[in-house]
């Protein structure tokens, strides 16, 4: 998978795996890149300049936020891959011309009308009737 598609699957969730207190912080830095201990220490810088903002908005974070780790990560891969097989399966059998009724009769129609035409040839040769008469001896 390249870069683009990478991130515009990307989204920003808690990260429930890497989670102190709410797993705002991890979530954070696994989605800007940033390392985790960095984005903790910087946290903590906020809570301290700004304390009561600081913790409100934590908080919300916490409850706006939705949590993931890396097992929802694979289970929502697995139906992301499901639900685009399932639209390949559609795509393919769109794309299937299916035969009219008319068309279907006409096919079989032929096919008949060739199976006669060796009957009818089979039956009236010389090699048909010397069978026949060989038969009858």
Do not use: W
């Not at 220490?41 to 009561?52: G, K, R, S, Y």
């Not at 009818?120 to 069978?131: D, M, N």
Request: charged residues 30%; contains cysteine; aromatic residues 8%.
């Amino acid at each position: 998978m390249n870069t683009k598609s990478a991130g515009l699957d990307r989204r920003f969730y808690r990260d429930a795996d890497r989670a102190l207190l709410g797993g705002v912080c991890a979530g954070l830095a696994g989605y800007l890149g940033f390392n985790l201990k960095v984005t903790r220490f910087l946290a903590f810088i906020a809570f301290l300049m700004a304390m009561p903002i600081a913790i409100i908005v934590y908080f919300a974070a916490v409850f706006l936020i939705p949590a993931a780790s890396s097992r929802d990560n694979d289970i929502a891969g697995e139906r992301r891959l499901a639900r685009r097989s399932k639209r390949r399966r559609k795509r393919e059998r769109a794309e299937v011309p299916i035969p009219s009724v008319s068309v279907e009769i006409n096919r079989r129609c032929q096919i008949l009308d060739e199976r006669l035409v060796r009957l009818e040839k089979h039956v009236t040769s010389r090699r048909f009737q010397l069978e026949q008469e060989l038969s009858r001896l």
